[in-house]
């Protein structure tokens, strides 16, 4: 099957308007925000739910340039007591790269390849969904029935497409 990750598809007009917030989480940014009013929900950003972008209707579907900052959970340990302490630092470039190739190597174990990187994804729910969680908990529910375990496959990935052209 063909993914179409709307590789011609243009950013959504709001990041023609993009500045300040440097230092935001993708769902911060003055351009996203403005999209989630206006109905639009950020897609999930869980490693197997990253192919929904490529199976879901265009007209749904929209992105703005990923200019967000990541951060993650460090550890230190005091060596004086031997405590450790958890905090919360940015990303760096090299880790945020291995991410994306772990991601993109998940999905093309699923057939899905091409993925263009730099963007966040915004979908609105299909017709029959109040939102992308309703959605996606209808597909978890097609998943189980047809015997498909919930890690990202060919087959889960043609269910979810299944459901996107099915919607009650």
Request: aromatic fraction near 8%; glycine fraction near 8%; charged fraction near 20%.
């Amino acid at each position: 099957m063909t993914y179409d990750w709307g590789t011609d598809q243009p950013p959504h007009p709001h990041a023609a308007n993009s500045a300040g917030h440097p230092d935001a989480e993708p769902g911060r940014l003055p351009e996203v925000q403005r999209l989630i009013e206006q109905g639009w929900e950020l897609a999930p950003d869980a490693p197997m739910l990253a192919f929904l972008p490529a199976v879901w209707p265009a007209g749904l579907r929209t992105w703005v340039p990923d200019r967000s900052t990541r951060h993650e959970q460090r550890w230190t340990t005091d060596p004086a007591t031997g405590e450790s302490r958890s905090f919360t630092a940015q990303s760096s470039t090299t880790l945020i790269e291995e991410v994306e190739n772990d991601i993109d190597a998940l999905l093309a174990e699923a057939g899905i390849l091409d993925r263009p990187r730099g963007r966040i994804w915004l979908l609105k729910p299909p017709v029959g969904f109040a939102s992308l969680e309703a959605f996606l908990q209808h597909v978890g529910h097609q998943v189980d029935a047809a015997g498909i375990n919930g890690e990202l496959t060919e087959a889960y990935v043609a269910v979810t497409a299944r459901c996107l052209t099915q919607s009650p």
